[in-house]
């Protein structure tokens, strides 16, 4: 980032601790492309994530106090909004949550063998192949693939343990192949 820049974004983080409600439209303009990416991977629809980037936003203006201006605050905003996507996940988690108990064992190098296939397709398309997932196998995708958070981390953020993050992984990845294999027989014969 440009130094220019960084002191601009120093000068309207100080201003919104501040309450400056233009410096807040500011914030959040800057922001908001990026930010509602990062809620909409972690939602079904595109009203859940307007809804969990506000609620990430209101939690960004009053912890932006907090904000020691070491690092990004991109990444300080974006782990906002995670945990914000979390925090709906976990109470929607009833309507959300897809048992483990279905009997579906994966073999480990069928999952594996999902990878490769990733790097056929284009961002958009394997966005979209995402979003067609269950909330469940969605959110541990996510977090694991995207945000880097170890099982471990997973389970104790989505109150979940850490084999049933391990196995809606493995069935997150399973069930993408799927769907980008089917994309990939339809774009040879359609």
């Not at 945990?83 to 994966?106: C, E, M, P, Q, W």
Request: net charge positive; with cysteine.
């Amino acid at each position: 980032m440009d130094p220019n820049d960084q002191h601009i974004l120093d000068d309207i983080v100080k201003k919104c601790v501040k309450g400056d409600r233009k410096a807040q439209q500011e914030l959040y303009k800057r922001f908001y492309g990026k930010m509602m990416g990062v809620c909409y991977r972690y939602t079904n629809n595109s009203e859940d994530a307007k809804d969990i980037l506000q609620d990430g936003f209101v939690k960004v203006y009053s912890n932006l106090k907090k904000y020691n201006f070491e690092g990004s605050l991109e990444g300080w905003i974006r782990r906002i909004m995670v945990n914000t996507a979390i925090d709906h996940f976990r109470k929607n988690k009833n309507t959300y949550l897809v048992s483990d108990d279905d009997g579906y064992i994966l073999e480990h190098s069928k999952v594996e063998s999902a990878d490769s296939i990733y790097s056929q397709f284009g961002e958009s398309v394997i966005m979209e192949a995402i979003q067609s997932l269950s909330p469940a196998y969605k959110a541990v995708f996510n977090l694991n693939v995207i945000e880097g958070y170890q099982h471990k981390e997973i389970a104790q953020k989505l109150n979940i343990s850490e084999g049933t993050s391990k196995s809606n992984l493995a069935k997150a990845k399973h069930n993408l192949k799927k769907i980008l294999l089917n994309k990939e027989t339809r774009l040879k014969h359609g």
